[in-house]
């Protein structure tokens, strides 16, 4: 993560466990499979994948809304 926390590099893995599907979201500068940012089961690799992808937006658009309003907050105060 940069110095705003506007920066993020995460990558995801898909693999049978079992009978089950797992899938987790992890950082490129800690892949370690211990600690992911998220993780889950699914009943088909299809599943996982979609969880996965969604996840992923869903983490961006948090992060484009956290730099959205840090640029508001910097507009605001420097009027």
Request: glycine share 4%; with cysteine.
């Amino acid at each position: 993560m940069n110095d705003l926390g506007t920066e993020i590099h995460l990558h995801a893995r898909v693999f049978r466990a079992g009978c089950d599907w797992y899938a987790d979201i992890d950082d490129h500068t800690d892949p370690q499979p211990d600690d992911p940012y998220w993780y889950g089961y699914y009943t088909s690799q299809r599943a996982a994948i979609d969880a996965a992808c969604e996840r992923i937006a869903a983490l961006n658009r948090a992060r484009c809304q956290r730099l959205s309003q840090q640029l508001l907050l910097r507009a605001t105060t420097s009027a």
